[in-house]
């Protein structure tokens, strides 16, 4: 069995007497995009500092590559590409111009064929030469990225990427992270407080919650569509209280009001139960599902 792209095994971080990371336990398959998912200050931001050697653990351990962080940064940290926060670039400077004095901050030579074949892999051909003062703030997120490829890691670690993007720009940053998984051979760890974007892009994630873990393992086994809520609504007002006793509603019966009815059901019994809410003569005027974990997660997203 292969091991581990990235372990870390009981990482805890004290500021003064506030724990902001609790004894957290993870880790990350090569080949995984995996999501690092809590609400906004659950203790992402610090535990990626840790990883990136950024900050120091209060105790705990980290490995990459089945080696030991501590002993061997320098060899570590020349296989990962990295963004934490946003992307910092000379605004005055052309993106070429800006991967260049980048690479050539690196150890290895990075020539200019490897630049333009970077920024047309972040979709930034054409735009090459324009000042970054001139990007938008998702062109700029983008540039970033190839900034962290310029070493051709192994690992890349993210920090929240899609923040403050509009729609266009998060789903070009996801098909990025896709293409850079499945076409580059890429492992990503990406840190974010937005479970449905996670689903979208990532195959396995872990849910921290004031600096906790919660919840690890694989997108479809943790979003199983085996047990969801799903609320029906209906049309007219208190037709559902006749159904409460029937056997095809009781089973799975959670909760009901005047309008809605809040069943636990598969995803496959969804159609099955509407087509018999309908055929009694309701008229069902909305259906909405959620699977377990996201109530879980959205409940952490409200106390927080």
């Known amino acids: 069995m292969q091991a581990p792209f ?11 007497n506030f724990r ?55 060899m570590i940290l ?3 590409g990295s963004i934490v926060e946003r992307p910092d670039f000379y605004n005055y400077l052309s993106a070429r111009m800006n991967l260049e004095y980048f690479g050539n901050l690196n150890e290895r030579s990075i020539s200019r ?26 062109m700029k997120q983008r540039l970033g990225i190839a900034q962290a490829l310029l070493h051709d890691p192994e690992i890349i670690i993210l920090d929240e990427p899609t923040t403050g993007l509009d729609p266009e720009g998060i789903i070009n ?41 919660v919840a690890e393992g694989r997108i479809s086994d943790l979003l199983s569509t ?37 069943l636990k059901l598969s995803m496959r019994e969804i159609p099955r139960i509407n087509s018999f809410l309908v055929e009694k003569g309701l008229e069902i005027t909305g259906i909405d599902s959620k699977r377990k974990l996201e109530d879980y997660f959205l409940k952490l997203v409200r106390d927080n």
């Open 6 to 16: 990235i372990e870390v095994k009981d990482l805890t971080k004290y500021y003064g």
């Open 78 to 80: 020349g296989r990962i």
């Open 173 to 213: 940053i996801r098909n990025l992270l896709k293409n850079l998984r499945d076409e580059k051979a890429k492992t990503i760890l990406i840190s974010s407080h937005i479970l449905s974007e996670i689903e979208l892009v990532a195959n396995s994630m872990v849910i921290i919650n004031k600096g906790k873990l």
């Open 226 to 262: 085996d047990e969801m809520v799903v609320t029906f609504r209906c049309s007219p007002a208190s037709a559902f209280k006749s159904f409460l006793d029937n056997p095809e509603i009781k089973q799975h019966l959670i909760s009901y009001s005047d309008t809605e009815m809040v």
């Open 113 to 138: 064929r490897k630049i333009y074949e970077l920024l047309d892999l972040v979709g930034l051909n054409g735009r090459e030469e324009d000042k970054v003062r001139e990007y938008s703030h998702g």
């Open 20 to 74: 902001a990371v609790d004894n957290l336990t993870f880790h990350v398959n090569q080949g995984d995009i995996y999501g690092f998912l809590g609400p906004n200050g659950a203790g992402k931001s610090t535990t990626l500092r840790m990883l990136l050697t950024l900050i120091r653990p209060s105790s705990g351990s980290i490995r990459f590559f089945n080696s030991w962080l501590s002993g061997n940064r320098r």
